[in-house]
C-alpha cells in the first residue's frame, strides 16, 4: 500500500488524518507490522531541541530619513553582518558583545527581539550622495522591523559523537563541562525524536519541506552545511519568519568558557507513504549508536573512547575502561517531546499541511577538515587585480569588451553617441567617436572604461 502528500493532505483538512509522535511509532510498527503501520498512520511528527550555533536572523531595518547606508551596524553592542544592502544585516546568533563578550551575544538579542524587550541599533557609513547620513542611534523592537527571516546554515543533525576528557584538568566545551580522567560524558541529539533519524534517506525530508521552527511554521531551504549523510551525518539549512515564532522554542544560552549558542526547537513531520517509511519512523534510541570522544586530545580526529546506544546514554550511566560514567544530555528530550506532540496538534486541527520536497536532498556531502596550506606570497591576503589593459594615452576612451558585461549604464551618459547597444541589448563601444568630455568617467561597475579625460 502506498499514499501520496496529496492524499495526506486531503485527510488532514477533512479531519480524518492519524497523526503520532515518532516515539509512538515503535510500539505501533512492532504490533501491526510496517505493513498495517503504514496503512493506520499518516503522519509522524518529529522534534528536537538543542543547541544550534549555526543559527541567525537576516533583519531589514528600513530607510531612516535622511537614509543611510549601513556599514557596520550593532545591536545592543553586538555587530551583524552589513555586507549587503543598505538596510539589511544578519545577526548571528554566536557573535559576541563588544563590550560583554560571550556573555551577551546574538543569541540573546534574537530572544530580546522575540520577547518584545527593545534593543538599541547603531549604525555607521562613510556617507555618499545618496546615503548622506553617517551615523544612526535609534530603539527597535521586533514589530518594526520590515522582515525578520531566521536562516540558520546547520540545523536538526542527524546524530552527534557524545564527549568525555580523559586528561587531568577540566575542559570547558560545545559540548558542555567535561570532567577530568572521563568524570562525566555529555551527549546531543533527540535520539528516536530526531528528525534526520526517522528518515535517515530523506526520502521525505527535502527543499521546500514545511517544518516546525521555533514555534512557528518554517521550511527546509536545502542541505545544511557539513551535510554528509553518507556518513550518518545529514544536515539541514532552514528558515522562518521569526515575527511568528516563540521564546518558548528560541532560547540563549550560554556555556561558560566556550561562548553563546541558541536552542532551536525543530520539528519534521514525516509522511508515512509506504510501509518502508514506517520501518524506518520505527527507530529506536537502542537502534541508534554514537561514539564517545576524547576531548582531551587537541584535534580533529578524537581518539573513541567506547561507543553507545541513546538507550544506554539516557540510563545515566555508561562503562569507559574499568568503571561507570555519569552521562548526562545537552539536548531538551522534555522539549523535542513537546515539539513533536505540538506538531502533531496542527496537523490534527488541520492548522498544518504537509508539503512535498521542491528537490532531494544530495546523497552525498562533505565535512571535511580545512587543509592548511602556506599562502604563497608574503601579502596576508590578495589584492584585487590591476588594469587589464593599458591607459590611453590621449583624452579618447579605451574600451574593453572582453570585461564589459552590457548592464548599460553608460548608455545615458555620453553625450557623443559613443556607446550603443543591439537589439540583444549588447553594449558597444565606438572609441573613434569620443570626444574626451569624461562624463563616463568612473560610471563602468567593472572597470572596462578607462581615461576619457579632456584636459585642454
Not at 501520496?4 to 493532505?9: A, F, G, P, R
Not at 550555533?53 to 547606508?69: A, E
Not at 538596510?87 to 534574537?110: C, F, K, N, P, R
Request: with cysteine; proline share 5%; glycine share 12%.
Amino acid at each position: 500500500m502506498s499514499k501520496s502528500v496529496k492524499e495526506i493532505n486531503r485527510k488532514i483538512t477533512d479531519g480524518t488524518v492519524r497523526v503520532v509522535t515518532a516515539d509512538q511509532m515503535p510500539a505501533i510498527v512492532e504490533e501491526l507490522g510496517a505493513e498495517r503501520a503504514a496503512a493506520e498512520v499518516d503522519v509522524v511528527t518529529t522534534g528536537t531541541f538543542g543547541a544550534m550555533c549555526s543559527s541567525g536572523v537576516w533583519l531589514n531595518f528600513g530607510h531612516s530619513d535622511p537614509p543611510i547606508k549601513m556599514t557596520r551596524v550593532w545591536l545592543n553592542d553586538v555587530e551583524a553582518y552589513t555586507g549587503v544592502a543598505a538596510v539589511d544585516a544578519y545577526l548571528g546568533a554566536t557573535q559576541g558583545s563588544e563590550t560583554l563578550g560571550m556573555e551577551y551575544a546574538g543569541a540573546h538579542v534574537i530572544e530580546d527581539l522575540l520577547l518584545g524587550r527593545p534593543v538599541v541599533l547603531r549604525a555607521v557609513s562613510c556617507g555618499s550622495d545618496c546615503y548622506p547620513l553617517k551615523e544612526l542611534v535609534t530603539e527597535i523592537t521586533l514589530a518594526d522591523l520590515n522582515q525578520a527571516i531566521m536562516c540558520n546554515p546547520r540545523n536538526a543533525y542527524q546524530r552527534y559523537n557524545a564527549a568525555a576528557n580523559s586528561g587531568t584538568r577540566e575542559l570547558r566545551t560545545y559540548m558542555g563541562k567535561l570532567l577530568p580522567e572521563c568524570g562525566n560524558v555529555t551527549f546531543s541529539g533527540a535520539g528516536e525524536l530526531s528528525p534526520l533519524l526517522n528518515d535517515p534517506g530523506c526520502e521525505t525530508i527535502g527543499v521546500g519541506t514545511r517544518i516546525f521552527l521555533g514555534g512557528g511554521v518554517g521550511y527546509v531551504t536545502g542541505a545544511g552545511t557539513q551535510h554528509a549523510p553518507e556518513k550518518g551525518f545529514a544536515t539541514l539549512m532552514v528558515q522562518g519568519d521569526l515575527q511568528r515564532m516563540s521564546g518558548e522554542f528560541l532560547r540563549a544560552a550560554l556555556f561558560q568558557g566556550y561562548g553563546a549558542t541558541l536552542y532551536v526547537g525543530i520539528g519534521v513531520p514525516i509522511p508515512v507513504l509506504h510501509a518502508g517509511i514506517a520501518r524506518q519512523a520505527a527507530v529506536r534510541d537502542r537502534d541508534i549508536e554514537t561514539d564517545v570522544i576524547d576531548y582531551a586530545v587537541a584535534s580533529n580526529r578524537h581518539p573513541v573512547l567506547g561507543r553507545f546506544n541513546y538507550e544506554q546514554l539516557k540510563s545515566g550511566s555508561v562503562r569507559i575502561g574499568y568503571r561507570q560514567v555519569p552521562t548526562a544530555p545537552l539536548a531538551s528530550f522534555r522539549m523535542a517531546g513537546r515539539i513533536a506532540a505540538a506538531l502533531k496538534d496542527w496537523i490534527e486541527r488541520g492548522e498544518f499541511l504537509l508539503s512535498a520536497p521542491a528537490a532531494a536532498l544530495p546523497a552525498r556531502g562533505s565535512s571535511e577538515p580545512l587543509a592548511m596550506k602556506p599562502p604563497q606570497r608574503r601579502e596576508w591576503f590578495y589584492r584585487r587585480r590591476g588594469e587589464v589593459f593599458p591607459r590611453p594615452a590621449g583624452s579618447r576612451i579605451s574600451w574593453d569588451a572582453g570585461a564589459c558585461f552590457s548592464c548599460g549604464q553608460c548608455l545615458g551618459i555620453c553625450p557623443a553617441g559613443v556607446f550603443r547597444r543591439d537589439a540583444g541589448w549588447r553594449v558597444t563601444a565606438d572609441e573613434a567617436t569620443c570626444t574626451g568630455c569624461g562624463r563616463c568617467l568612473g560610471v563602468c561597475p567593472v572597470g572596462a572604461i578607462r581615461g576619457g579625460r579632456n584636459e585642454r
